[in-house]
């Protein structure tokens, strides 16, 4: 099986320019997170959906961030504007939570490493 | 608010040595917990997880048992290999209960391990 893709592995930007990344969740999963890793800062929760729902925004830094989940199998991340302190990590991830078949792992893609100059 | 903590890195042992590195939480409830690894420019990867208390997860040598009395998941491997150089990450999940919510897991905020030959 395949596992949650993402897209692209690696962008640099320019400031000020808009920053679209991409995910595919595991087929058949339920939940979708988007996290950001930084040196400083560790791993944060940005967001999450469960059904293509946004279920807790609470993570998102700010108004320059939105992510959508217009179907099961996709979901997009964008900045606009980007800042350089946006550089990080991002990395999507799904999971299960069908009742009485959760596990609750998560399963992570291979992140889409963001550099804005 | 759950919460875990983990041992402070980095961590720098010799290969064959014996590896422990602590982990705590704080959750209401009866949550699973899970370890994970990130290897150098990867993605987390599930490295072993307990949902009940007493339980011992165990993969690749490395074992981590749940103790309730104690709130930890410490990890641990008898004899580690330069392979093993990664950040661990313990992680909780908020509730079993099935609720939207339980699928959103906390993590601490990873400790990096290098082994040397």
């Known amino acids: 099986d395949a596992g949650v893709i993402q897209s692209p592995r690696h962008e640099v930007t320019e400031m000020g320019q808009e920053v679209t990344l991409r995910c595919k969740p595991i087929s058949g999963h339920d939940y979708l997170f988007w996290y950001r890793q930084t040196m400083m800062r560790g791993l944060e929760l940005l967001i999450y959906f469960n059904n293509n729902v946004p279920i807790d925004d609470s993570g998102m830094p700010e108004d320059r961030f939105s992510a959508k989940m217009p179907n099961a199998s996709f979901s997009t991340l964008k900045i606009q504007p980007s800042e350089p302190r946006d550089s990080a990590v991002y990395f999507c991830a799904s999971s299960s939570g069908l009742a009485g078949r959760s596990t609750y792992e998560q399963y992570f893609g291979p992140g889409t490493r963001l550099t804005v100059t | 608010g759950n919460s875990v903590t983990q041992m402070e890195g980095p961590v720098t042992l010799s290969e064959e040595a014996f590896l422990t590195i602590n982990c705590t939480y704080t959750a209401t409830g009866y949550p699973s917990l899970f370890w994970y690894v990130q290897y150098p420019g990867e993605g987390l990867q599930l490295l072993l997880k307990?949902?009940?208390?007493?339980d011992k997860g165990s993969n690749k040598g490395f074992e981590a048992t749940y103790r309730k009395e104690t709130t930890s998941f410490h990890l641990e491997k008898g004899s580690v290999q330069v392979s093993d150089s990664a950040v661990y990450f313990c992680?909780?999940?908020?509730?079993?209960?099935?609720?939207?919510?339980?699928?959103?897991?906390?993590f601490g905020q990873g400790t990096r391990l290098t082994i040397n030959p």
């Open positions: 992680a909780l999940s908020q509730s079993p209960s099935g609720l939207q919510g339980a699928q959103k897991l906390v």
């Open positions: 307990a949902t009940k208390a007493d």
